[in-house]
C-alpha cells in the first residue's frame, strides 16, 4: 500500500480559492466551512484545521480578493502609463471591469464586509485608495479621488442593475471628472 503525502500548503490553498469562489456565488454571510470543504475537495476538518474560524477563512479569502484587485490596478497602471489619453484609457479599463459580474459581486462582498467589520476595512480600502494613487499620477489628487469614487459607484450601479453603465455615459462622467473633452 502506497502512502500519499499530503502537501499543506497546497491544501491550504485550495480552501482559499473554494472559499473565492463561493463568496460571490452565497455572500461573505452565506460562506460555511461545509461549503468550502466541499468546492475545495477536502474533509470538513481540513477547514477547521487551517482556520480556527469562519472569520479567519472569510479574512484570508477576501486578501486573496484584495490581492487580485491589486494586481488589477497594476495592469492598469501599465495602461494608463502608455495609453495616449487617460480618460479614454479608463473608459476602457472600467467598461471591461464592469463586465465581469463575479468580479463585481466579490468587490461588493469585499465592501460590504469591510463596513461591518473594522479590521477589514484595510483590505476594502485597497482598492479605492489603490485607484486613487493610480489616477493622481495622470490627473492630480482631487480628480483621481473623485474618479474612484465615481467607479466605486459605477460597480454598485452596474451590480444592481445586472448591466453595466453604456461607455458613453462613462465617457461622459469620466471626462467631466477629470476635467478631459469627451470624444
Not at 480628480?143 to 467607479?151: D, E, L, P, W
Not at 445586472?162 to 462613462?170: E, H, K, V
Amino acid at each position: 500500500m502506497s502512502h500519499v503525502r499530503r502537501n499543506p500548503e497546497e491544501r491550504r490553498r485550495r480552501i482559499i480559492e473554494a472559499a473565492c469562489e463561493l463568496i460571490p456565488e452565497v455572500g461573505v454571510a452565506g460562506l460555511t466551512h461545509r461549503l468550502v470543504a466541499a468546492r475545495a475537495g477536502v474533509p470538513l476538518g481540513a477547514t477547521t484545521y487551517y482556520f480556527r474560524s469562519l472569520d479567519e477563512l472569510v479574512e484570508a479569502a477576501l486578501t486573496a480578493a484584495a490581492e487580485f484587485n491589486t494586481a488589477i490596478l497594476h495592469e492598469w497602471g501599465e495602461a494608463l502609463a502608455t495609453g495616449s489619453d487617460v480618460a479614454d484609457t479608463l473608459v476602457r479599463l472600467v467598461g471591461d471591469y464592469l463586465q465581469d459580474h463575479v468580479r463585481m459581486r466579490t468587490w461588493n462582498e469585499l465592501y460590504a464586509a469591510g463596513g461591518l467589520r473594522p479590521e477589514l476595512r484595510p483590505l476594502a480600502r485597497q482598492w479605492s485608495d489603490g485607484l486613487t494613487d493610480l489616477l493622481t499620477r495622470h490627473v492630480g489628487p482631487a480628480s483621481a479621488r473623485a474618479a474612484a469614487v465615481f467607479i466605486d459607484g459605477a460597480l454598485l450601479h452596474a451590480l444592481i442593475h445586472d448591466r453595466p453603465i453604456d461607455t458613453a455615459t462613462l465617457r461622459r462622467s469620466l471626462s467631466a471628472i477629470l476635467g478631459a473633452r469627451p470624444a
